[in-house]
């Protein structure tokens, strides 16, 4: 089991950057594609962007430029290094594990409990 738990989500200035940690249990999450997703209020849960096992990535276009993901295997935690942060960006976020990298939630099988990110104008 790979359950992830999220962390570092706060409050921050427009143009300003917050980094989001996605730490796991369990010696297989490197074997694990890591999506992340948000999710606005009344809004449903969009796909942010992901990384595979083998370190591919994938960005939403919404995101593309802004954010990065990566993985550090050894600590077992996945990260999404938010920069140039817009108050669109204003949601909770979710980091979740599955087998395939994958734009769709129901592809991903274990999700953590989201952390929210603020943007203020």
């Known amino acids: 089991q790979v359950q992830p738990v999220e962390s570092g989500g706060g409050l921050v200035q427009a143009g300003g950057s917050l980094r989001l940690s996605c730490a796991a249990s369990g010696r297989t999450f490197s074997n694990y594609a890591c999506g992340w997703f948000r999710q606005a209020p009344g809004e449903e849960r969009v796909f942010v962007g992901y990384?595979?096992?083998?370190?591919?990535?994938y960005y939403a276009d919404s995101v593309k430029g802004r954010f990065t993901i990566s993985r550090d295997s050894a600590k077992r935690t996945v990260y999404l290094q938010m920069n140039s942060l817009k108050p669109e960006d204003t949601a909770v976020y979710y980091c979740?594990?599955?087998?395939?990298?994958?734009?769709?939630?129901?592809?991903?099988?274990?999700w953590g409990q989201g952390t929210q990110v603020t943007v203020s104008s």
């Open positions: 990384i595979s096992s083998g370190g591919l990535t």
């Open positions: 979740a594990s599955g087998w395939t990298p994958a734009t769709t939630p129901n592809s991903y099988t274990y």
